[in-house]
């Protein structure tokens, strides 16, 4: 059992967590609710050594502790999944997974064999079917994610803490995941959870706490209250869920990509696409589903000239054929990205947040505009109401979801025609979830063409006028909206 | 905004300290011939710094800059000395001072773009393109020169290193306006952006449709222009190219960057905080030759503020 007293944190500018109160059970899901910026991370780290500069108590069984490392706090039993992946890129899977906690044989020399054996077995556990040589560097996001899972794993734990665990995952990992959790639950372990899927709390988690502003607004039993009564607890007021798109008549083409073929790197007489064709008009919102591999993202990818040099087939944009060598040029032709991995691909975590919007709209040998560019910073987080103190704020200091909310801002700022969007809502709470969608949907009534990209059917569901199914690099279904269900989607997509 | 200037202050006190220090050790520092002359020493590092900097912020490193500036120098010096001749066309070309200086600073830059160029173009890491640049140019310098020092450069040349003006020496005003260049280009350009994000997240830079292997080479290019500067400094204050200038000025330039403040894996630093940290070096170069240090001692010295400079700056990042 682990219980916190009156903690609270504060940061420069902003008080994280106030006061907050709390008790986790042994042997029981406890899942923590809250919108983006409302403490849920800060919360996780004070209770695992990341930081120790708090107020309050956590007692852990009964007995007050404090840990002053992360190591101090896996000696003690509690374990992290952090939300944003922890990774080193150039090291193995092997390697991440036993990294601090090495196998030696007798004469100090690290015991390969056995960590790769061992981390096979743990990788077999989570379902990701790759060798555990693979370098961490060529993996997808969810499959990170899958590893990082993999690496919790490996250490006996009576409290394991996981902060986000499935923004990254499609249905069918998710569902793994779910039965890890629920063995380890009967095993009698504490297990704390963060996620603003509303039916995956329903699914698993017994207990809730809501915190807003960083203070607890509620706590119970799941099994007590309800997903509206838990949204007004979060956000302090009632929010709409978006209904389903019925789809809606579209213009011109604006993006049409013919016989799109992608060699495997490495592996002969694969494709990483192959042979996509497809046609995005404007005002349309064409939504792209498929699992973890699928090559969602590849797509998207080619068509933003990231793999170039390899890359068979034709894209034509209004009806031209065009030739995009870089992003560059794909910026040239109104074409904007979001990209799937906010921390690695997405932002200069060292930069202020009007610096990170500014970089897609910066002049080649100009002057830098500080005034406008505060200016359009602070528009965005008035817009997309972004938490921070300031315009002036670092990223690395924004909770997960409002970094997310940076690199949306930043693309949106480009003023798009065709806006591709790699799960835009990756860990966003579902009151800023509903805006954001609002904002894609007035941008296509607008006229712009938007290729949707998410693992999230509701999302998909929500949002498309039209939708394309993927799997193993292939399209392999293409519907209207309103036309399909989730079981359909789910069943093509395998 | 606020932890910048913190930090600032603390490594320009340490610089009052040293000076303090060595003031109270030995009354031949606080004169106003050995400022002067301190200053000008300051300054060719100080240009060379301001180059690093750029390629450090961008998670770069050079390290030819110190072969770079001799061949530049030796250049120079040839053609000033006994301009261009081709003999099969019996066409003689002499060169003014304006015109030597503007060639090597040509020289510096065509180099440093090279450094760029084998970079970007075949990914090969900074510190092993710029390690064998390094070698090369070296080479180079000792072939064109044959080994011997170019001298007697002429009086009007002498002056760059050597004048005054408006009672302030030449260098240090030279020194003073590639300081204020840089500054303006880091601060208020979209080029010194671009160097602040790529060193601090390559691929969203990219991914951002940034132009990032152009800005690199252009880094490379300014670097190798500014150890060009620096060499006509040096060349002009001795009024003779030497075959070994500026060996091992790398070691000091990287010391000034780190001292001010600026961080190896880039993103993070200023230009004037090398500055500071390039004042800091040439204080302590000083005060040990004032103070008789024996040469020995002074490389152990200087070794250890290194160190102390860097731990001091990693202290005041981990208590924030
Ligand atoms: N290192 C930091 N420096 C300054 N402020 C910070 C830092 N870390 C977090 N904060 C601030 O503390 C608040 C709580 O952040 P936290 O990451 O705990 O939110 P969260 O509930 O996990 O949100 P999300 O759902 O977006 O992940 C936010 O306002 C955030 O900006
Ligand atoms: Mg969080």
Redesign the pocket.
Known sequence: MLEAKNISKS??G?K?LQNVNFTFYAGKVNAIL?E???????LLKVLTGVYQDYEGDILLDGEKVTFESVKAAQLAGVGIIH?ELNLIPSLSIAENIFLGNEVKNTFGVLNDMEMESRSAELLQQVNLNISPNTKVESLKVGEQQLVEIAKALLIETHVLLMDEPTSALTDKEIDRLHGIIAKLKAEGKAIVYISHKMDELFRIADTYTVLRDGQTVGAGEMSETTEANLISLMVGREVQIPPKSQGKAAGEVSLKVENLNLPHPTIKNRNLLDDINLELRKGEILGIFGLMGAGRTELLESIFGLNSRNLQGETLINGEQVKISSPQVAKNHGLAFLTEDRKSEGLVLGMDLSANIGLTTLKNGTLLQAGKEAETAKKYINELSI??PSESQLAV??????QQKVVLAKWLDTFPEILMLDEPTR?I?INAKSEIYDLIAKLAESGKSILLVSSEIPEILALSDRILVMAEGKITAEFKAGEVTEEILLKKAI | MNKELLKKSQSLLALFALCLVITLLSDKFMTTTNLWNVLRQISVNVCISVGMTLVVLMAGIDLSVGSVLAFSSAVCAGLLKSGLEFQSFDLFVGFTVLGGVLVALLVGLLMGLFNGFVITKFSIPPFVATLAMLTIARGATMLYTKGIPISNLGSSFEFIGSGWLLGIPLPVWISLIVVLVMVFVTKKTTFGRYIYAIGGNEKAAFLSGINVNRVKLWVYGLAGTMAAIGGVLVTSRLNSAQPNAGVSYELDSIAAVVIGGTSLSGGVGTVTGTVIGAAIIGVLNNGLVLLDVSPFWQQVVKGGVILLAVIIDRKSKGSK
Do not use: C
Request: proline fraction near 4%.
């Open positions: 940061f420069p902003v994280a809250g983006n910026g409302a403490g849920k991370s800060t939300q938490k921070t200091n924004l909770s997960g979801g409002n860990g709470d």
